[in-house]
């Protein structure tokens, strides 16, 4: 993947400044596709996914774990982004490098790290692992 914002393609650009997000401000915002934005802000950001598209292409189960709002779902970029990717890994191309595979192991172990329910309900796996701690 590429290392940061600076090395994706020419044809991402600078969206907007300003609007609202839940980590504040934005001050870039990607689009990915329509309805889907990466969003930045001085902090922290996410993707921002339009309602209607979420509910044509993410599990009810992903929506709720996502910050809804602003007609929006909302899924921020340490760790939950990861689910709403693993759903939809064709949001992810723009971020790879031309002959890169999708890295769905690395959202699969983002998922079993933070949001091992979510795994169970979907029926990805049948228990809880036990969360391995870092040295």
Same mark, same amino acid.
């Given at each position: ?75 921020? $970029?340490? !760790? +939950?982004?990861?689910?709403?990717? &693993? ?8 971020? @790879?490098?031309? %002959?890169?595979?999708?890295?769905? $192991?690395? !959202? +699969?172990?983002?998922?079993?790290? &933070? ?8 029926? @990805?796996?049948? %228990? ?8």
């Amino acid at each position: 993947m590429y290392a940061n914002t600076s090395e994706i393609p020419q044809k991402w650009y600078p969206e907007y400044k300003g609007p609202w997000s839940p980590w504040g401000s934005t001050q870039q915002a990607y689009v990915i596709c329509r309805g889907v934005r990466l969003v930045s802000t001085a902090s922290h950001g996410g993707l921002k996914i339009s309602e209607k598209l979420a509910e044509k292409t993410l599990s009810v189960l992903a929506r709720s774990y996502a910050i809804h709002a602003n007609g929006a779902y909302w899924f921020e $970029e340490d !760790c +939950l982004c990861a689910m709403a990717y &693993y759903e939809q890994p064709s949001w992810m191309k723009p971020f @790879l490098e031309p %002959n890169e595979s999708l890295p769905l $192991e690395t !959202c +699969l172990k983002t998922l079993q790290m &933070y949001y091992p329910e979510y795994l169970v309900q979907r029926g @990805l796996v049948t %228990n809880i692992p036990p969360q391995v701690l870092p040295e």
